[in-house]
């Protein structure tokens, strides 16, 4: 039991709305809003001239990963304090079975690493990396209540690693829109990209610079169109994480305007930084930017995917955060594909947010909710129970103050990776307190939670937000069939006539 906290005279943002009330808080939950309000012995907060908003939802994670040899450094104990110490108090991390392993073996190692170790609330979504009948009866079973997914994720690249095939990929969207859940796509070329990697390690093109050349914006965009159109094959709602590219972002918009149910998650990596960095002459500064896809090399991506995310055009903003030390991108040192893909976000990720798009005027701070919280509770089924600032929600809630800065550095961040690629920028935008099942987890600069106080949350199938539109399709577009006579029948008529 958490004790009662009462939030007075701050300004609530929800993603539809803003007013001037205070929040009282009990047992973790949000038990009333309003004006004025009093509690004999409960913790005041005074939020005067802050933003009382939801507590970020990161929809994106990679904790402790075993990824191209090495382990994710970040894990669930670090990786979620610095999710909270940035104003994030929910991540959905990303259960990966190896080739040879199944996804339910997979969802019991995740939990058993996860459970003990989170500081904020977490929920999982399941990557499909090969397909058979035994893979497609476990998908079934992990959407069951007890276990708790309603999201499957598919990797177009990683080719003999994690990568499925078209056909696999078509399968298992048939099924998730058998059982009621979220296809998910990590949207390259896997096989071409392969193939230019090699062209450019055999012209001794062996530098972090090769990996942004072996993988063209193009071919992401070509694999988000492709998967767009599978998934409306599959009559499938779909979801793309980590758009990097304008390109991707277009073919997503394309699809949209036809009435396909897709949505896009660029990443605070993609809308915080660019790709210039591969070309940097120090090699671990471009290496520590290897993710996948690349950083997009136009410079002016970042700012044209949060005018698309602010309206509309783009959806909820992850972090894809799945960090590896210097050391471990060192692994890469005489040859790019074997520099371990991914970089930070997980802590910065409401900042950069609010500086590049609320701080800068493109977005307003409804839409900057709705894309760093309350978007991605619809998704994923548990709306309004967290993404909004309402009676009988968790209290998930941060004191956000626009006006403050701060300047982002491995120095003083809360994750375990060595460098962060945000290094030295000023952001608008920072999380003073933020407030985690009722409990103060963090204030003044100091992060009081310990491993184990995050709970796992069930995401339950069938959302209506993402699957109403799909269900009436699904009646609508039945195969057909004409009635005709027997062809004997006919054959033999059309014979007698002739
Ligand atoms: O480079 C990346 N993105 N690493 C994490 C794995 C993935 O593709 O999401
Ligand atoms: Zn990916
Ligand atoms: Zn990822
Ligand atoms: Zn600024």
Known sequence: MSQALLIKNGTIVNDDEILKADVLVKNGKIVEIGQNLHSEGAVLVEADGRLVIPGGIDPHTHMQLPFMGE??????????????????????????????????????????????????DYALSMAIT??????????QMVT????????????????????????????????????GALARVHAENGPVIAEKAKALLDMGITGPEGHTQSRPEELEAEATNRACVLAGQANCPLYVVHVMSK????AIAHH??????????????????????????????????????PLSRDPTTPEALMKLLACGELHLVGTDNCTFNCQQKLAGKHDFTKIP???????????????????????????????????????????????????????DIVIWNAKATKVISKDHHHQAVDYNIFEG??????????ISRGNIVWEDGQLSVE????????????????????????????PRAVKRAPVEEMAAAKISEI
Not at 77 to 87: D, E, H, K, P, V
Not at 131 to 138: A, I, L
Not at 367 to 391: D, E, L, Q, W
């Open 130 to 139: 090969t397909w058979n009948e035994e893979v497609s009866k476990e998908m």
């Open 71 to 120: 382990v994710a450094v970040d894990d669930f104990y670090t990786g979620t304090r610095a999710a909270l110490a940035g104003g994030t108090t929910m991540i959905i991390d990303f259960v990966i079975p190896s080739k040879d392993s199944t996804p339910l073996k997979a969802y019991k190692q995740w939990r058993d690493w996860a459970d003990p170790k989170v500081c904020c």
């Open 451 to 478: 491993g184990g106080a995050g709970k796992f949350v069930h995401l339950p199938p069938y959302c209506p937000y993402v699957f109403a539109a799909v269900q009436q399709r699904e009646k609508v577009i039945q």
């Open 256 to 293: 949209r305007q036809k009435g396909s149910v897709v949505f896009g998650e660029p990443i605070a990596a993609g809308l915080g930084t660019d790709g210039s960095h591969y070309y940097s002459e120090d090699w671990l500064t471009a290496a520590r930017h290897v993710m996948s896809p």
């Open 144 to 179: 069951m209540p007890e276990y708790g997914i309603n999201s499957f994720k598919f990797f177009l690249a990683y080719k003999g690693v994690f990568m499925v095939q078209d056909d696999e990929f078509y399968q298992g969207m048939l099924q998730c829109a058998k059982i």
């Open 247 to 250: 390109g991707a972002a277009r």
């Open 341 to 395: 893909n991914g970089v930070n976000g997980v802590e910065d990720r409401m900042s950069i947010v609010w500086e590049r798009g609320v701080h800068r005027g493109v977005m307003d701070p409804m839409r900057f909710v709705a894309v760093t919280s309350s978007t991605c509770a619809k998704i994923f089924n548990i709306y309004p129970r967290k993404g909004r600032i309402a009676v009988g929600s968790d209290a």
């Open 425 to 434: 920028q000023e952001v608008h935008g920072v999380a003073e307190m933020t």
